[in-house]
């Protein structure tokens, strides 16, 4: 049971345009998002993060969007660049949750050609 | 500040045998948990330890498990190892693991079961 769902496997855009990564969850008791990027041979590294109180977080050239009604989230990178070619993963967790549990999609593998 | 490290990077092993991950966490972090990576599945949230107790359980089989020790330093095991068993071990680390923590990840251990 995937309760966070990455649908695209890969996105490839141009530097310098937009770059939408999608990510649609299923479980109603998430109210926490994040979206971590990962390299090769390296571990995730926080990018963004949203509470469930809001349906917009920005920082510089990432913005982050949430649509509770539609259990659907989304991850604008504006201008992209080709140091953001990574793999995106979006991860979710709930407070009732006691302690640190993530879940994770399956990753959105990003290439921005020069 | 150094960053959560985790040994071995690397580690070939056969059927049925059994193997032990270590990760040590940023100083002054007391939440550690694993996670299992393989591709098209995304993270899989393995389990969490914090002050030497484990806090939650992923969805895995009793082969794997894991303990945490004083210093917060977390072992994980593996036993009677399997090929669906290879993945990216990786192990974070949070200062108490509230659900709105970032977590930071270590670069991870890639596991091969021939």
């Known amino acids: 049971d ?10 490839s855009v141009q530097e310098g345009r937009i770059s939408i990564l999608n990510c ?9 998002f994040l979206w971590y990027k990962k390299y ?11 509470s469930s109180i809001k349906d917009k977080n920005e920082d510089g050239r990432f913005t982050v969007f949430l ?15 080709p140091g953001d070619s990574a793999v995106y993963f979006c991860a979710a967790s709930a407070q009732e949750t006691s302690g640190s549990r993530l879940t994770f999609g399956e990753g959105t593998q990003l290439t921005v050609n020069p | 500040k150094a960053g959560v490290t985790q040994t071995p990077r690397y ?50 089989p009793g082969r794997f498990s894991g303990r945490q020790f004083s210093n917060s330093r977390s072992e994980m ?18 200062l108490v693991g509230f659900t709105n923590e970032k977590l930071f990840f270590g670069s991870g251990t890639q596991l091969s079961v021939l």
């Not at chain 2, 049925?16 to 948990?33: A, F």
């Open chain 1, 40 to 50: 090769p041979a390296e571990g995730p590294t926080f990018l963004i993060s949203i």
């Open chain 1, 24 to 32: 649609d969850y299923t479980n109603s008791m998430f109210d926490y």
């Open chain 2, 77 to 94: 095991n593996v036993s009677t190892l399997e090929l669906g068993d290879s993945a990216l071990y990786l192990c974070a680390s949070s």
């Open chain 1, 67 to 81: 649509n509770k009604s539609a259990k659907h989230l989304s991850l604008h990178i504006v201008p992209s660049q």
């Open chain 2, 11 to 60: 580690l070939i092993k056969t059927r049925g045998q059994q193997v032990t991950l270590s990760c040590s966490p940023i100083s002054g972090h007391r939440s550690v948990s694993w996670y299992q990576q393989t591709p098209g599945q995304g993270l899989q949230f393995l389990f969490e330890y914090f002050s030497e107790t484990q806090r939650n359980k992923g969805n895995f």
């Open chain 1, 2 to 11: 995937q309760q966070v769902k990455q649908n695209s496997p890969s996105l």
